[in-house]
């Protein structure tokens, strides 16, 4: 299955760089949508399907934190999983974006391997790429 992914980032070419880092990673990344502030994220997000928020901390207008406070106090947004990729790397910040509501933390600068790691944990991919074999198709003997 292919993720639709958001990524919110005020930076034009840390959005390309955080892009980049998810398709070089291996993930199985469908669409990506691009956001520059939260208030953008949540209008992109009410008209689109997304698999995934890719959100940075510290944004105009509104920022990473704001949008993740918002997300959860929508019924349908809410189920969204939530990254955060930020220079903000205090224990504090780490756990301030975890009680808000994110599902995972990169502090910058990453790696591919690191936002190939909390991808799949966040969305229950396996590590290794070997997913899993039951087609649905399995018959019942009640």
Same mark, same amino acid.
């Given at each position: ?5 958001? @990524? ?10 955080? #892009? +980049? %880092? @998810? +398709? ?5 990344? /469908?669409?990506?949508?691009?956001? %520059?502030?939260? #208030? ?7 008209? !689109? ?6 959100? $940075?901390? *510290?944004?105009? %207008?509104?920022?990473?934190? &704001?949008?993740?406070?918002?997300? +959860? #106090?929508?019924? =349908?947004?809410?189920? @969204? ?17 975890? &009680?808000? /509501?994110?599902?995972?933390?990169? +502090? #910058?600068?990453? =790696?591919? $391997? ?5 991808? *799949? ?5 396996? &590590? ?6 039951? !087609? ?7």
């Amino acid at each position: 299955m292919a993720y639709n992914i958001l @990524i919110v980032d005020d930076s034009l070419p840390m959005r390309a760089v955080v #892009k +980049k %880092s @998810i +398709k070089m990673s291996g993930f199985n990344a /469908g669409q990506f949508l691009y956001a %520059s502030n939260g #208030k953008e994220a949540l209008d992109i997000l009410r008209d !689109n399907w997304c698999d995934l928020v890719v959100t $940075d901390y *510290n944004m105009p %207008s509104m920022n990473g934190m &704001e949008l993740i406070m918002e997300m +959860k #106090k929508d019924e =349908t947004l809410s189920t @969204i999983p939530i990254l955060v990729i930020t220079t903000e790397g205090s224990a504090r910040r780490v756990e301030e974006f975890m &009680e808000a /509501g994110a599902a995972g933390y990169i +502090k #910058k600068p990453f =790696t591919p $391997d690191q936002i190939r790691q909390q991808l *799949n944990n966040i969305l229950g991919e396996p &590590e290794n790429g070997e997913g899993n074999d039951d !087609n649905g198709d399995e018959e019942f003997d009640f």
